[in-house]
């Protein structure tokens, strides 16, 4: 699988907004747990 340089750059870009989203549901699950 060949990955081009703005697709990794793309690929990394929703990797770390995923990684907010997560950590965002963590921290409101956290609040009413």
């Given at each position: 699988?060949?990955?081009?340089?703005?697709?990794?750059?793309?690929?990394?870009?929703l990797?770390?907004i995923?990684?907010?989203?997560?950590?965002?549901l963590?921290?409101?699950?956290?609040?009413?747990?």
């Open positions: 699988l060949a990955i081009l340089p703005w697709q990794r750059k793309k690929f990394l870009y990797y770390f995923w990684q907010g989203i997560l950590h965002g963590k921290g409101i699950s956290g609040k009413y747990h």
